[in-house]
C-alpha cells in the first residue's frame, strides 16, 4: 500500500506514518500527542509562534499524567521526541497524512489546505478536523479529492475515544476504512457520518447548548442549575454551558454560524448571549472567562 513505510510496526499491518497536524490549538496538539504516542512521526506547526511554545507545555503535561497513571506505553521524553514543533509546513513534505486542525473558518481552511496540496505526495491522505464544514466543500482545495476525508476528534483528544469519520462526496471506501483502522490503532472508537453540516456529534450537541442558552435569557434557571440539571440528571460529565465554555465560545458560535447558515433552520440560530460574550472577548476557559470565571 503506498502509504506504509519500513521500520517498526504501530499500526497493524502497516509500519511507522509520517504525520504532519497543521494548527497547534487544543485540538491540533491533542492529535499529535495521540499520533506520537502510537509511534509515528509527528510534524506539528503553526503560524502563530505563541501557539506552538503553549503546545509543548500542554503536550508535556498531558504526557505527564497519562504517565503517572500508568496509561503511557513509553517515558514522556521519548513520546515527545517524536514531535517536532515548527513554524514551517515544509517540514511536513513527504509526510503520509496530514490533518488540517486550524479554526472553524472555511477561508482559512482553503489556504491551509492548499499549502498543504502543494507539498503533499499523491498517495498522502488529508483528513480535516473541522466539526462542522462540509467534507465536499472543503475537497476542493486539496489537489486529490479522493485522499481527503474527515477525521473528528474531540476535546481533550488524549482522554475522549471517540473520532467521527466524515465521508466527502468523492471519499472512497477504501480510505473511510483505511481512517477508521488509523482510528483504532490511535486506541479510539470511531463511528461513520455521513457529510451533512455538523456530522453526528455537533448536529445534536449544538442544538442542546443553544437550548441550554436560551433557557438562562429566559430567566428559566440559573447557569449553575441548567449545568447541574444535565450534570445529575442525565449524568453528563459537564452541564452544556460548561461544556460550551470548554470548546471555547469562539468555536462554539462558529459551529452554530455554520450550521444555521447551511440548514436555514432556527434551531441551529446562536443566541445573543453566546454572540456578545464572544464579542467581548469572553470565550470560555481560555480566556478565564465564558459563562463562567475560570
Ligand atoms: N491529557 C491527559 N489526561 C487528561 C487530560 C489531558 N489533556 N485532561 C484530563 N485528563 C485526565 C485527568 O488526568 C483525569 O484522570 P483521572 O480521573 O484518572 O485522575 C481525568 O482525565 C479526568 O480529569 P479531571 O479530574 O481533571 O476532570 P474531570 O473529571 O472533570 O474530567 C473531562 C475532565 C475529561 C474533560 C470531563 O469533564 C469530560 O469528559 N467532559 C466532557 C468533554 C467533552 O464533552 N468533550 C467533547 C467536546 S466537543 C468537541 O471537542 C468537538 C467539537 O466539535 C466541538
Not at 517524536?82 to 479554526?103: C, F, H, N, P, Q
Request: proline share 5%; aromatic share 6%.
Amino acid at each position: 500500500m503506498p502509504w506504509r513505510r519500513r521500520g517498526a510496526l504501530s499500526f497493524p499491518g502497516d509500519g511507522i506514518l509520517k504525520v504532519t497536524v497543521v494548527g497547534a490549538g487544543t485540538m491540533g496538539r491533542g492529535i499529535a500527542q495521540v499520533f506520537a504516542q502510537v509511534g509515528n512521526e509527528v510534524v506539528l506547526t503553526d503560524v502563530y509562534e505563541k501557539a506552538l511554545s503553549l503546545a509543548r507545555d500542554s503536550i508535556n503535561t498531558s504526557l505527564s499524567k497519562l504517565a503517572k497513571k500508568g496509561e503511557l506505553k513509553e517515558n514522556p521524553d521519548t513520546v515527545m521526541s517524536r514531535i517536532k514543533i515548527t513554524g514551517k509546513l515544509e517540514e511536513g513534505a513527504d509526510s503520509d497524512i496530514y490533518v488540517e486542525a486550524v479554526i472553524e473558518k472555511v477561508e482559512t481552511k482553503r489556504d491551509v489546505l492548499q499549502s498543504i496540496s502543494g507539498i503533499a505526495k499523491p498517495d498522502s491522505i488529508i483528513a480535516t478536523n473541522t466539526s462542522s464544514i462540509s467534507i465536499t466543500q472543503l475537497s476542493a482545495f486539496v489537489k486529490f479529492p479522493e485522499r481527503f476525508i474527515g477525521l473528528h476528534f474531540f476535546n481533550p483528544v488524549p482522554v475522549m475515544k471517540l473520532v467521527e469519520i466524515v465521508r466527502g462526496e468523492r471519499t472512497p471506501d477504501s480510505l473511510v476504512r483505511k481512517c477508521f483502522e488509523i482510528a483504532k490503532a490511535l486506541g479510539k472508537d470511531p463511528v461513520i457520518s455521513q457529510d451533512f453540516p455538523g456530522f453526528i456529534s455537533n448536529r445534536v450537541l449544538m442544538p442542546l447548548i443553544r437550548e441550554a442558552i436560551l433557557v438562562l435569557e429566559e430567566g428559566i434557571a440559573t447557569k449553575n442549575d441548567i449545568d447541574k440539571t444535565l450534570r445529575l440528571g442525565m449524568n453528563h460529565p459537564m452541564g452544556p454551558l460548561e461544556l460550551a465554555d470548554f470548546i471555547g465560545l469562539d468555536v462554539t458560535l462558529d459551529i452554530m454560524e455554520v450550521l444555521y447558515h447551511e440548514y436555514g433552520d432556527p434551531r441551529f440560530k446562536p443566541p445573543i448571549t453566546l454572540r456578545n460574550l464572544v464579542n467581548s472577548g469572553k470565550l470560555g476557559r481560555k480566556t478565564s472567562e465564558g459563562f463562567y470565571k475560570y
